[in-house]
C-alpha cells in the first residue's frame, strides 16, 4: 500500500468531523446555581490559604452572601418571567428554567441560609480550654477518643470545612429539581449525596453514633443510586435518549426520528416499566417514603443536629421536585402504571411513619418518623396529577421546610453535661424551666400536626384538597386518620413539657447567639404567617405550577 493512499484513508476518515459545535450556556438563567458553585470552591480555597483564626469568618461570610446572592438571581429570574412566560430549557437541554424549578431553588436557598445559621452557631457548648466551639468535631480525621482528637481539641481546631460541603450539597440539590435529563438527573444527585455524607459524621458529640450514621447513609445511599443509574440506563435503552422530552415522546408514540442503532429495543415495555420503576425508587428513597425509609431514623438521630435539620428540609425539596418533574414530565403517558403504585406507597408512607413515632423515646428519631408520615402527604399531592397537585406540594415543601429546621434548632438548645439532651423523659417539665423555648417548640409540633392557624393546617389542605379533586378521596380518608394518629404523639410531647414535674437532675436551656435566635425566629414567622395568611403564597405556588415540556 502506497504512502499516498494510506494519506488518502487518514483524509477520508477525518473528514466528515472538521467541526465540533461549542456548548451553548445561558450563564443569566444559570446564575443561581453557578454563585452556588463558585462559593464552594472559594470555600476550599480559603481552607487551604486563609490562617486558621480567621477561617470560621471568612468562611461565614462568603457562605451567607453566596446564598443571598444566589436568592437574589432566582428572583430577579422569576421577576423576568422565566417562572411563566418565558420557561425554557437552558444548558443545551439539560437545565429547566421553569416556575416549579425557580419556586424549588428558592425554597432550598432560604432553608440553606437559615440552616446555616445553625451550623455556625457557637455559643451553645461550653467554652473549651478557651476557645468557643460549634457543633463539629475538631478535627474530622482523628480517631474518637484518640490522643490527636484530644489534642485538636486543646488547640481549639474547629471543622470549618462544612461550610463549602454545605454549598456544594446546596449547588446540588439547586440543579436536582432543575435536570431535564436522566444524567444531569444523576450527576446533580451524587453532588448533594456525598457532602451530606461526610456532614453526617461530624458530630462533636457521640462521634461513634455519627459515624455510624453516616457509614449507614453512604451503603443504603450507594444501593438507592445504583437503582438509579440501572433504570436510567433500561429507560436509555428503552427512548435511545436521556432527555426528558424525548424519552415522554417515546412513552406517547410521537417521536419523529428513531435512532437506527437502538431501533431494535425502542419502544420495548418491559425496559420503560422496570427503568421507570427502578428511578423513581431512587428517588423514593431520597424523599425517605416507606418501604425506602429505613436510613431516616438512624441518620437523622447520629447526625450533627444542624445537618440534620438542613437535611430533613432540604433535601425533601429536591427530591420531591425531582419526583414530581419525572412522574409529570417524562412519565404522564404511564399514568396508569403508576399511580396505583404511588397510592400503595403515600398510605404505607402515611400510616407506618405516624404509627411507628408513637413508640419512639428520642426526640430526634420522632422527627424522623414524622417526616416519613409528611413524605406520605405530599405524595397525595403528587398522586393528583393536575396543577393543583403540583402548586399545593410545592406550598407544602415550603412551609415544611423551615417549620423542620426550626424544629431541629429547638433541639439543639435542650442540653445536658453529654452534649444535646434528646431523650424525651428529659424533655419533661421543660415548660417550667425555660416557658419560651417549650412554646416555641409546641408551635412547630402544632404545625407538625396540622393544626389550624399554623402553615402545616393550609399545606395540608391544599395538598389533600388537591387529592380529592384528582380523584384520591380514599386517599384523603387515611390521611385524615393519619394526621389524627400523628396529633397524637405530638400533644403528648406538648403535655410532657407543660404538664409534669421537671427533675431536678434535668437539662438546661443553653442561651443561643442571634445565629440560632434567627434561625428558630424565621421558622415561627413563616409558621404562623403561612398559617393565618397563606393566600398570596398559595398564589404564587399556583402561578409556579406549569412544567416547562
Same mark, same amino acid.
Given at each position: 500500500m502506497s504512502a499516498s493512499a494510506v494519506h488518502s484513508l487518514w483524509t477520508i476518515a477525518a473528514d466528515p468531523i472538521t467541526k465540533i459545535d461549542a456548548p451553548k450556556f445561558e450563564y443569566g438563567q444559570l446564575a443561581p446555581t453557578l454563585i452556588v458553585v463558585g462559593a464552594a470552591i472559594v470555600g476550599i480555597l480559603v481552607e487551604a490559604f486563609v490562617p486558621r483564626k480567621s477561617r470560621y469568618y471568612v468562611q461565614m461570610f462568603v457562605s451567607v452572601v453566596a446564598l443571598a446572592a444566589a436568592f437574589a438571581a432566582v428572583v430577579a429570574l422569576a421577576a423576568d418571567g422565566y417562572g411563566t412566560t418565558k420557561a425554557r430549557i437552558a444548558a443545551m437541554g439539560a437545565i429547566a428554567v421553569d416556575g416549579p424549578a425557580l419556586f424549588l431553588q428558592g425554597t432550598i436557598l432560604l432553608a440553606a441560609l437559615v440552616g446555616l445559621f445553625t451550623f455556625a452557631e457557637r455559643r451553645l457548648d461550653p467554652v473549651a480550654h478557651g476557645n468557643r466551639v460549634d457543633s463539629f468535631a475538631a478535627q474530622a480525621a482523628s480517631v474518637p477518643g484518640s490522643e490527636s482528637e484530644k489534642a485538636a481539641v486543646k488547640a481549639g481546631f474547629t471543622t470549618t470545612e462544612v461550610f463549602p460541603l454545605l454549598m456544594f450539597a446546596v449547588a446540588g440539590m439547586l440543579i436536582f429539581p432543575a435536570a431535564n435529563d436522566l444524567l444531569t438527573l444523576f450527576v446533580a444527585l451524587e453532588v448533594f449525596s456525598l457532602p451530606l455524607y461526610l456532614l453526617c459524621a461530624l458530630a462533636r458529640r457521640k462521634r461513634l453514633m455519627?459515624?455510624?450514621?453516616?457509614?449507614?447513609?453512604?451503603?443504603?445511599? $450507594?444501593?438507592?443510586?445504583?437503582?438509579? =443509574?440501572?433504570?436510567?440506563?433500561?429507560?436509555?435503552?428503552? %427512548?435511545?435518549?436521556?432527555?426528558?422530552?424525548?424519552?415522554?415522546?417515546?412513552?406517547?408514540? !410521537?417521536?419523529?426520528?428513531?435512532?437506527?442503532?437502538?431501533?431494535? *429495543?425502542?419502544?420495548?415495555?418491559?425496559? =420503560?416499566?422496570?427503568?421507570?420503576? =427502578?428511578?423513581?425508587?431512587?428517588? @423514593?428513597?431520597?424523599?425517605?417514603?416507606?418501604?425506602?425509609?429505613?436510613?431516616?431514623?438512624?441518620?437523622?438521630?447520629?447526625?450533627?443536629t444542624p445537618v440534620t435539620g438542613f437535611m430533613a428540609a432540604a433535601t425533601k425539596v429536591a427530591a420531591f421536585g425531582a419526583l414530581l418533574r419525572v412522574l409529570y414530565v417524562v412519565l404522564p403517558g404511564l399514568r396508569w402504571d403508576w399511580r396505583p403504585v404511588m397510592w400503595a406507597v403515600a398510605i404505607v408512607t402515611m400510616l407506618g411513619g405516624?404509627?411507628?413515632?408513637?413508640?419512639? !423515646?428520642?426526640?430526634?428519631?420522632?422527627?424522623?418518623?414524622?417526616?416519613?408520615?409528611?413524605?406520605?402527604?405530599?405524595?397525595?399531592?403528587?398522586? %393528583? *396529577?393536575?396543577p393543583d397537585g403540583v402548586s399545593s406540594v410545592l406550598f407544602y415543601l415550603a412551609a415544611y421546610s423551615f417549620v423542620t429546621i426550626g424544629a431541629f434548632a429547638v433541639v439543639t438548645l435542650v442540653r445536658d453535661a453529654g452534649g444535646e439532651a434528646t431523650h424525651l423523659s428529659k424533655w419533661a417539665g421543660l415548660g417550667r424551666r425555660s416557658p419560651l423555648v417549650a412554646a416555641v417548640f409546641a408551635v412547630f409540633l402544632l404545625a407538625f400536626a396540622g393544626i389550624p392557624l399554623t402553615s402545616g393546617f393550609s399545606g395540608k389542605f391544599a395538598v389533600f384538597k388537591a387529592a380529592a379533586e384528582g380523584g384520591a378521596a380514599p386517599l384523603v380518608v387515611i390521611g385524615v386518620i393519619s394526621s389524627a394518629i400523628a396529633?397524637?404523639?405530638?400533644?403528648?410531647?406538648?403535655?410532657?413539657?407543660?404538664?409534669?414535674?421537671?427533675?431536678?437532675?434535668?437539662?438546661?436551656? %443553653?442561651?443561643?447567639? +442571634?445565629?440560632?435566635? *434567627? %434561625?428558630?425566629?424565621?421558622?415561627? $414567622?413563616?409558621?404562623?404567617? @403561612?398559617?393565618? $395568611? +397563606?393566600?398570596?403564597? =398559595?398564589? @404564587?405556588?399556583?402561578?409556579?405550577?406549569?412544567?416547562?415540556?
Amino acid at each position: 500500500m502506497s504512502a499516498s493512499a494510506v494519506h488518502s484513508l487518514w483524509t477520508i476518515a477525518a473528514d466528515p468531523i472538521t467541526k465540533i459545535d461549542a456548548p451553548k450556556f445561558e450563564y443569566g438563567q444559570l446564575a443561581p446555581t453557578l454563585i452556588v458553585v463558585g462559593a464552594a470552591i472559594v470555600g476550599i480555597l480559603v481552607e487551604a490559604f486563609v490562617p486558621r483564626k480567621s477561617r470560621y469568618y471568612v468562611q461565614m461570610f462568603v457562605s451567607v452572601v453566596a446564598l443571598a446572592a444566589a436568592f437574589a438571581a432566582v428572583v430577579a429570574l422569576a421577576a423576568d418571567g422565566y417562572g411563566t412566560t418565558k420557561a425554557r430549557i437552558a444548558a443545551m437541554g439539560a437545565i429547566a428554567v421553569d416556575g416549579p424549578a425557580l419556586f424549588l431553588q428558592g425554597t432550598i436557598l432560604l432553608a440553606a441560609l437559615v440552616g446555616l445559621f445553625t451550623f455556625a452557631e457557637r455559643r451553645l457548648d461550653p467554652v473549651a480550654h478557651g476557645n468557643r466551639v460549634d457543633s463539629f468535631a475538631a478535627q474530622a480525621a482523628s480517631v474518637p477518643g484518640s490522643e490527636s482528637e484530644k489534642a485538636a481539641v486543646k488547640a481549639g481546631f474547629t471543622t470549618t470545612e462544612v461550610f463549602p460541603l454545605l454549598m456544594f450539597a446546596v449547588a446540588g440539590m439547586l440543579i436536582f429539581p432543575a435536570a431535564n435529563d436522566l444524567l444531569t438527573l444523576f450527576v446533580a444527585l451524587e453532588v448533594f449525596s456525598l457532602p451530606l455524607y461526610l456532614l453526617c459524621a461530624l458530630a462533636r458529640r457521640k462521634r461513634l453514633m455519627s459515624q455510624e450514621a453516616a457509614v449507614k447513609y453512604f451503603l443504603l445511599g $450507594a444501593f438507592a443510586s445504583a437503582f438509579t =443509574l440501572f433504570g436510567i440506563a433500561l429507560l436509555y435503552g428503552y %427512548a435511545g435518549s436521556m432527555s426528558y422530552a424525548t424519552i415522554a415522546q417515546v412513552v406517547d408514540g !410521537t417521536v419523529q426520528d428513531v435512532n437506527p442503532a437502538l431501533a431494535d *429495543t425502542m419502544g420495548n415495555d418491559a425496559l =420503560l416499566l422496570v427503568g421507570a420503576a =427502578l428511578l423513581v425508587m431512587g428517588l @423514593l428513597f431520597k424523599v425517605g417514603a416507606v418501604p425506602f425509609h429505613m436510613w431516616t431514623p438512624d441518620v437523622y438521630q447520629g447526625a450533627p443536629t444542624p445537618v440534620t435539620g438542613f437535611m430533613a428540609a432540604a433535601t425533601k425539596v429536591a427530591a420531591f421536585g425531582a419526583l414530581l418533574r419525572v412522574l409529570y414530565v417524562v412519565l404522564p403517558g404511564l399514568r396508569w402504571d403508576w399511580r396505583p403504585v404511588m397510592w400503595a406507597v403515600a398510605i404505607v408512607t402515611m400510616l407506618g411513619g405516624a404509627i411507628v413515632a408513637i413508640t419512639q !423515646t428520642d426526640i430526634k428519631r420522632l422527627l424522623a418518623y414524622s417526616s416519613i408520615a409528611h413524605a406520605g402527604f405530599i405524595l397525595a399531592g403528587v398522586i %393528583a *396529577t393536575t396543577p393543583d397537585g403540583v402548586s399545593s406540594v410545592l406550598f407544602y415543601l415550603a412551609a415544611y421546610s423551615f417549620v423542620t429546621i426550626g424544629a431541629f434548632a429547638v433541639v439543639t438548645l435542650v442540653r445536658d453535661a453529654g452534649g444535646e439532651a434528646t431523650h424525651l423523659s428529659k424533655w419533661a417539665g421543660l415548660g417550667r424551666r425555660s416557658p419560651l423555648v417549650a412554646a416555641v417548640f409546641a408551635v412547630f409540633l402544632l404545625a407538625f400536626a396540622g393544626i389550624p392557624l399554623t402553615s402545616g393546617f393550609s399545606g395540608k389542605f391544599a395538598v389533600f384538597k388537591a387529592a380529592a379533586e384528582g380523584g384520591a378521596a380514599p386517599l384523603v380518608v387515611i390521611g385524615v386518620i393519619s394526621s389524627a394518629i400523628a396529633a397524637f404523639f405530638y400533644i403528648r410531647v406538648i403535655v410532657l413539657m407543660f404538664f409534669s414535674e421537671p427533675r431536678p437532675e434535668g437539662p438546661t436551656v %443553653a442561651v443561643p447567639s +442571634p445565629l440560632t435566635m *434567627t %434561625a428558630i425566629g424565621v421558622g415561627v $414567622a413563616v409558621t404562623l404567617v @403561612l398559617g393565618v $395568611a +397563606p393566600q398570596y403564597f =398559595l398564589d @404564587l405556588a399556583g402561578q409556579a405550577g406549569v412544567f416547562v415540556r
